[in-house]
């Protein structure tokens, strides 16, 4: 019998780090090569144009005449409208309020140390939409009331893509269930209101929802402009979001629908107890893949009036004040960034949750 020994010990430096993961075979090198000759090539120049050649200090458009870079006094002097649009200066507390405790909400639902997550998600489902409205609306407590038309910038972004992806999650699952009911009334009427929603552009759905529905409705009736386009957004994403949910259903092995049976459970008992938190592992890609692209299509209720962000920066950069060959172009990026931020930010939570739920699987 040999006497027990370590297992060798593995150091890996720099060197053999850049081997083993750049240069790992003649594809790897040249795609490495490749990606280092796009970032000399782009990098320096945009780092000029945004930082080097900028416009930084200012207050109307003379700060960016003559300046090759980015005009970001423009940025500075507009971000209250980009933020807020048109809401009433004066309240704009209401939104910071807003702000302020759904980022703490967020915040505490991230970190996973933070206890009592179940009390504080059912908060920001049914409590914090209820707050979020009374501060924002107004007419509640002595605030003023601020109509909807006036919301717009960030604010109207967040507003549209958060109560769109509240919305059709729990839409989406309820129709990818009916897609797949026995009952042959229930099965036929979520196949058709998918195959719809799917078939219509969302352009579409905004217009008929702005122009058209007021014309169905009773005289006298008055539906608030944005509340459609809530509406709209909802089941439009709802139609995606059941397909999403019904591929993450079939996944599932059928034993475990057996095995659901087998213990006595019922339907909706199996399916909120044993199917639908294992599809959730094989659903978050797509789930999260069509909240990134809800977040990004907010910007289309531009074209029914509302100045969302996308809507904020096109309209500033056609004032007369800061008319200028740059501002436009920062603007876009601006926006874009702001864009990427957020999407990003899903992205990578989403990979968090993917990589805690498949800890099972390792052990």
């Known amino acids: 019998m040999t006497a027990f020994r370590a297992p060798p010990k593995h150091h890996e430096g720099p060197v053999e780090w850049v081997r083993v993961h750049l240069f790992d075979g003649v594809f790897n090198s040249i795609l490495t090569l490749a990606m280092i000759a796009l970032v000399v090539w782009a990098v320096p120049p945009a780092a000029k144009w945004l930082f080097i050649d900028a416009a930084w200090h200012g207050a109307a458009r003379d700060a960016c005449e003559g300046v090759s870079g980015a005009c970001w006094p423009y940025i500075g002097a507009r971000l209250g409208q980009i933020v807020y649009g048109f809401y009433d200066a004066g309240e ?31 908060m920001m489902l049914t409590l914090y939409p209820l707050v979020a409205f009374v501060l924002l609306s107004g007419g509640w407590f002595g605030l003023p009331i601020v109509s909807t038309e006036r919301w717009g910038g960030l604010l109207l972004t967040l507003v549209v893509a958060a109560v769109g992806i509240v919305a059709s999650l729990p839409l989406g699952v309820i129709l990818a269930l009916g897609r797949r009911s026995e009952l042959p009334v229930v099965r036929v009427l979520c196949v058709a209101f998918i195959e719809v929603w799917r078939g219509v552009p969302m352009i579409t759905v905004l217009f008929a929802a702005s122009s058209l529905l007021p014309l169905f409705l009773p005289d006298g009736w008055e539906f608030d402009k944005l509340l459609r386009a809530l509406i709209s957004i909802a089941f439009f994403n709802a139609a995606y979001m059941a397909e999403v949910v019904r591929a993450g259903l079939q996944a599932l092995p059928k034993g475990q629908y057996e095995g659901a049976a087998a213990l006595g459970l019922g339907y909706w008992q199996a399916m909120i107890f044993i199917v639908l938190p294992q599809a959730l592992r094989t659903m978050l890609p797509g789930i999260v893949n069509n909240m990134v692209s809800m977040f990004k299509d907010t910007s289309l209720v531009t074209i029914i009036g509302f100045f969302d962000l996308m809507g904020t920066i096109q309209a500033g950069a056609t004032d007369l004040e800061w008319a200028s060959p740059n501002v436009a172009v920062t603007g876009y990026i601006f926006a874009a960034l702001i864009y990427w931020a957020f999407c990003f930010s899903m992205s990578r939570y989403s990979a968090h949750l993917e990589e805690q739920l498949a800890e099972g699987e390792r052990r």
């Open 92 to 122: 704009r507390w209401r939104a910071d309020v807003v702000f302020a405790f759904g980022a703490i909400g967020l915040a505490w639902l991230v970190i996973p140390r933070l206890p009592r997550k179940g009390w504080v998600g059912g």
